[in-house]
């Protein structure tokens, strides 16, 4: 059977990729540190679960945009936890933000501008629809994130009419980055974006997952007219294997609304049915639905912060994490030393630490970045989620004074997996 040639190229994604690989590899009996993969580890909400069960029957298709009970209880979430009003109207529903966004890229007419680095699947979805993609390297000096210089020096090159429309992907908080912007960082893009034409879609899927508290601004705040957010509950409640997801439209928009339905009808036809009813109570934004994600973010601060302090004294080169549960260091002050290792690209030291030391993690390539910077992204969730929860549900405050404790105690693997990084890093020296 012959292949379609763009097809042929593409790989199975490299985050599934290498999950893969370490459970083919835990199956045989392997330990392995697992700084690859990102899947949030708590437990599913108890109301959510038991929405699920009690929606078990409810077996006939959705609407193709989804029920209009859970798009509005999107809405008064969205009005709750960020101040942004949009109506029922405005909002899909779909199977997971990932077909959304590609959803999206496919409908919406011009070039992709994609700071890199950046999530490994969006210029895979760009490519499946033919559409260019004009990459945007953005430097840890500024924390990895697009300024208006470079964005502005991006769309000067395109030598596109101003009124020609273009695509920006934003992704804050970031995965890999774990960096975030500020209000005044995105209010500095927006005389650009409009005079330009550029339509955002902002990927927002780790919004809850600040670690500053409330402290998440959306591009639609400041740029509501050309913003498109997607998000959904695959991260800050752990409900990524539910395969749902949202997707907001700027105001009078219908023309846009209807083809990405058209899409989403001949592909899918819609979210499933149960898991829009479970998906309404985790929607629901009372005081215990909000405190179960703050909780679960307080974790993640606490685990990718310990992993980045160690990190830190260990002298590798780190950026501070804002959010999510990533990290995203490099070795490039150690490039002449690895290079006479016979590693000279992110891939190659991917490799080398899970063959020597059975540290799984992904190599910076797979986010756009040149081969031979060597950067990895960490994910830091290699502990059962469910027993910490429990744990930090009953002695918070003691655990926020001595983290470091609680660290040994319940998440060895990340303890192990730091002192690997740092036994690795002191023998380049
Ligand atoms: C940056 C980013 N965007 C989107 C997604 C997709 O999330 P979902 O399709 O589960 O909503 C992920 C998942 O890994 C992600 O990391």
């Known amino acids: 059977m012959e292949i379609v040639p763009e097809i042929k190229k593409l790989k199975p994604s490299a985050t599934l990729a290498i999950n893969e690989l370490v459970v083919k590899k835990r199956q045989k009996g392997q330990k392995i540190y697992h700084m690859g993969f990102g899947e949030s580890p708590f437990p599913v909400h108890p109301r959510v679960k038991q929405a699920l069960c009690t929606h078990a029957d409810k077996k006939y298709y959705s609407p193709t945009q989804g029920f209009l009970a859970l798009r509005k209880q999107i809405c008064v979430f969205y009005k709750k936890a960020f101040g942004l009003k949009f109506k029922p109207k405005q909002v899909i529903v779909a199977l997971g933000s990932k077909s959304l966004i590609f959803h999206a890229i496919a409908a919406l007419e011009g070039p992709l501008l994609l700071p890199t680095p950046s999530w490994v699947s969006y210029q895979h979805q760009a490519y499946l629809v033919h559409k260019k993609v004009l990459f945007l390297e953005t430097s840890p000096e500024n924390s990895y994130l697009l300024t208006p210089s470079l964005l502005l020096a991006a769309l000067e090159k395109t030598h596109l009419e101003l009124s020609t429309q273009k695509l ?96 989403i009808s001949e592909i899918w036809s819609s ?55 990533y990290l995203f260091p490099d070795w490039n002050n150690h490039k002449k030393t690895l290079k006479e290792m016979g590693i000279r690209t992110s891939k190659m030291l991917a490799k080398y630490l899970l063959k020597k030391y059975n540290l799984a993690s992904l190599p910076g390539s797979e986010f756009g970045m040149p081969r031979k910077n060597l950067c990895l992204r960490l994910s830091t969730v290699d502990y059962d989620g469910g027993l910490i929860l429990n744990e930090y549900m009953e002695r918070s405050l003691e655990i926020e004074k001595n983290p470091v404790e609680f660290i040994r105690n319940y998440a060895p693997n990340l303890v192990t997996a730091s002192n690997i990084l740092e036994e690795f890093t002191k023998s380049l020296q």
């Open 271 to 325: 979210a499933s049915s149960p898991i829009q009813y479970a998906a309404i109570e985790a929607y629901t934004p009372d005081k215990e639905m909000l405190t179960f994600i703050q909780k679960c973010t307080a974790i993640h601060k606490i685990m990718t912060n310990y992993v980045y302090e160690r990190m830190e004294k260990a002298g590798i080169s780190c950026l501070p994490p804002k959010g999510g549960f």
């Open 168 to 263: 920006l992907l934003l992704n804050y908080p970031g995965n890999p980055t774990a960096q975030s912007y500020s209000k005044e960082q995105l209010e500095a893009l927006v005389p650009i974006l409009r005079k330009h034409n550029v339509i955002v879609i902002s990927d927002e899927i780790y919004s809850l997952i600040s670690y500053n508290g409330q402290d998440h601004h959306s591009m639609a705040e400041f740029y509501p007219e050309g913003t498109i957010i997607t998000g959904g509950f695959s991260k800050d409640r752990s409900l990524g294997g539910y395969r749902l997801g949202v997707l907001l439209l700027p105001k009078r928009n219908d023309d846009v609304k209807r083809s990405i339905l058209s899409i």
